[in-house]
């Protein structure tokens, strides 16, 4: 059974379009995270949903916002896509939310034309 | 700014050498973990060790963490080809509820 699933796992679109990626985990975990990866693979934190509570906020823009309608679901949904915006995105979740192992789903890779 | 910095960014080694991969970081830590990350795939957890220990080993993988020296190591022994990957640290900082990752190491064990 997969831990930590995400859909889509491509997604390819033009700029300006809105796109959302879902993600699921089935781990029990009360904490869930999106990261974006770019290129050179540097792995940076976007949010952070600890029992459906928005925890972690960095600065990303307003364009992007995480939905979580229950524990085991946070999606991201991003507006007016720009080029930019491509990179891997990359959910995980974990038990503990101050530090403890995450697990990472496969990745959505997003390509903005 | 990023809490991790690794090196050697980039490490090519023959099948049975040892490779390691060095971890620095900057702020006060309540642990610190490696992660790997195969081409094309999410990251998988490897190890943890916390701040009040100073060795670790896994099967193949040993960790040493030097909170003086605010730096940690990763050892892999006996590499194989499918040790091939990225090897991430991440630091949990004691002020924070979030891991921050360092920007990785990209090991090539040939065959």
């Known amino acids: 059974d997969t831990a930590v699933s995400q859909t889509p796992k491509y997604l390819v679109t033009q700029m300006g379009n809105d796109k959302s990626i879902k993600c699921e985990q089935n781990l029990g975990h009360d904490t869930m995270y999106w990261y974006k990866q770019d290129s050179k693979k540097f792995l940076k934190i976007m949010f952070s949903?600890?029992?459906?509570?928005?925890?972690i906020n960095e600065t990303v823009p307003n364009r992007f916002s995480p939905k979580s309608p229950d524990k085991a679901h946070l999606n991201l949904h991003i507006n007016s896509l720009e080029l930019g915006d491509s990179a891997v995105y990359f959910c995980a979740s974990s038990q503990d939310p101050a530090l403890g192992t995450q697990y990472f789903g496969p990745g959505t890779r997003l390509l903005v034309l | 700014s990023q809490q991790g910095e690794e090196d050697p960014q980039a490490l090519s080694i023959q099948e049975g050498e040892n490779a390691t991969m060095n971890c620095s970081y900057k702020?006060?830590?309540?642990?610190l973990q490696w992660y790997r990350q195969n081409s094309g795939r999410g990251l998988v957890h490897l190890i943890l060790i916390r701040s009040n220990e100073r060795e670790k080993h896994s099967g193949r993988l040993r960790v040493t963490l030097d909170t003086s020296k605010k730096s940690s190591s990763l050892l892999i022994t006996a590499s194989r080809a499918a040790d091939t990957a990225s090897y991430f640290c991440a630091t949990g900082e004691t002020s924070g509820s979030r891991l921050t990752f360092g920007e990785g190491t990209q090991l090539t064990v040939n065959p």
């Open positions: 702020t006060s830590i309540n642990n």
């Open positions: 949903y600890n029992n459906k509570e928005l925890i």
